[in-house]
């Protein structure tokens, strides 16, 4: 049985989220704002809960911290070598698909190692493989295909990942 | 100026320099695919740098709290990975060709494979 906490806020990170959100969005900390905003962050999580699947929970904030400043850095540094590929002759080019394995299999992760592909420049991630409907079922083996726009060291570039951001996110999920 | 003011100055120029030079990619390169690179990549970086010039004027030059560039980056971050990523998988999804030079260009067929019926 859920305590009446449970049922009023079901989930309450994503409800701090929105009263913070509202009240940035207005830039004010007036009284009618902050009713707006816990009418909002009560009401919105109520009316989706049914909607919502059930995500890997995460704990490790130190860690997540850490992915998030390490990736920041990987955005400024490879932005910088990318201007290079992108200025140069269209003949240099050297673009390619890689499948990169997967050890990840629950949906949040995965979603977040996509978005980290994309948003580090050089790389966009095109599709995960094979696609699955329920995340709760084992389909063996994954893969991410990704986009590399200057491709010379596939096997480098599969072990960076993996690397980089798919270990942090495997420690961060506990999975 | 102060030389805060040289450090706004600088962050709103590097984020000028980068958003161009990410539209100048969406123009110039070869192939639908390698064109995604540049508007994922510009909205990152030089938007980044653009937010936190802003933040910094309007919050130490002005002296007013603002806050709403933390959203503008967050809603930024959001939306343009999952922006990038169904594009391809439609570009893939719709045989849209790569440039010849593409290496491993049959990587494209698996994608074809899960296409919904």
């Not at chain 1, 599709?127 to 995340?135: K, N």
């Not at chain 2, 695919?33 to 909205?43: D, E, F, I, Q, S």
């Not at chain 2, 980044?48 to 910094?56: F, I, Q, R, T």
Request: glycine share 4%.
């Amino acid at each position: 049985m859920r305590s009446w906490t449970e049922r009023l806020m079901p989930t309450p990170v994503r409800s701090v989220m929105l009263f913070v959100v509202w009240l940035l969005l207005n830039n004010s900390v007036a009284p009618i704002h902050l009713v707006a905003a816990t009418l909002l962050a009560l009401g919105i999580p109520l009316l989706t809960a049914g909607f919502r699947d059930q995500q890997t929970p995460f704990r490790h904030w130190r860690q997540a911290l850490i992915y998030l400043l390490r990736v920041l850095m990987d955005i400024v540094l490879a932005n910088i070598q990318i201007i290079r590929v992108v200025l140069g002759p269209n003949r240099l080019l050297k673009p390619g698909f890689v499948l990169v394995p997967l050890e990840l299999q629950a949906a949040l992760p995965l979603t977040i190692l996509a978005c980290t592909v994309s948003l580090t420049p050089g790389t966009v991630s095109a599709e995960i493989l094979p696609y699955q409907d329920d995340p709760t079922e084992n389909m063996g083996e994954r893969f991410l295909l990704v986009h590399v726009l200057d491709l010379n060291d596939e096997a480098a570039l599969i072990q960076e990942i993996k690397q980089r951001y798919e270990q942090p996110l495997r420690e961060m999920f506990e999975c | 100026m102060t030389g805060l003011e040289w450090v706004i100055a600088l962050l709103v120029l590097l984020g000028a320099i980068f958003v161009l030079i990410g539209s100048v990619a969406l123009v110039k390169l070869p192939d639908f695919y390698t064109r995604l690179h540049g508007p994922t990549k510009a909205t990152t970086l030089g938007l980044g740098s653009l937010v936190l010039a802003s933040l910094l004027f309007f919050n130490f030059v002005l002296d007013e709290l603002s806050l709403q560039q933390l959203l503008i980056a967050l809603f930024l971050f959001i939306t343009a990975p999952v922006t990038a990523y169904m594009l391809v998988k439609a570009g893939l999804h719709r045989n849209v060709d790569a440039v010849s030079a593409t290496k491993n260009k049959h990587l494209m067929q698996l994608s074809e494979k899960q296409r919904p019926k």
